[in-house]
């Protein structure tokens, strides 16, 4: 079964690098303690927090929730503790879903977002994807392939990687 979380306010920007990786991840500007905790329960999503209370509760000490503290600021960092932790492969399922909504993307052809992209991106770009539920589109462009270069760095970087490459 897929992996999915639950990333706490405290580490928003963390949110996003897992739904970049691909990851189903909810995340709550505001959400309190016990809510947060109930939905990752039943959902069976891994919470992400920088909070040592939630780390401490009952149902995260006998293992019924997993929970992974944050020992760092840097979302990058916080990325490659989480992956780390639970030895997940960095490249798998890359830019299949909305950075803002979580949603997963469904392919566009060139034609279909015609009207919506930019004249540039149109002549430069082939292959675009959308989010169902806000509409944006996503395309391979200069951002995207920002991110891409900083997964790659956290793939290098993360030990595990190194561990199987040695
Ligand atoms: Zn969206």
């Not at 939630?54 to 929970?67: C, D, E, F, M, Y």
């Not at 490249?91 to 992209?117: A, G, H, Y």
Request: glycine letters at 4%; aromatic letters at 8%; charged letters at 35%.
């Amino acid at each position: 079964m897929e992996i999915t979380f639950i990333v706490d306010s405290n580490a928003g920007k963390l949110a996003r690098w897992l739904r970049i990786m691909g990851y189903d991840t909810l995340f709550f500007r505001d959400i309190e303690d016990g809510l947060l905790v109930e939905m990752a329960m039943k959902e069976g999503r891994v919470v992400v927090t920088r909070d040592t209370q939630i780390a401490k509760r009952r149902v995260a000490a006998n293992g019924s929730l997993r929970v992974i503290l944050s020992r760092d600021d840097d979302p990058k960092r916080q990325l490659m503790q989480v992956l780390k932790e639970l030895n997940l492969d960095c490249r798998q399922m890359q830019f299949t879903r909305c950075l803002e909504c979580n949603r997963r993307l469904l392919p566009r052809s060139k034609e279909e977002v015609k009207d919506t992209v930019p004249p540039y991106v149109f002549r430069t770009q082939t292959r675009y994807m959308q989010c169902p539920s806000c509409r944006r589109i996503y395309w391979q462009g200069t951002h995207w392939q920002r991110m891409k270069r900083a997964l790659e760095e956290i793939a290098v970087n993360s030990p595990g990687r190194a561990e199987r490459e040695d």
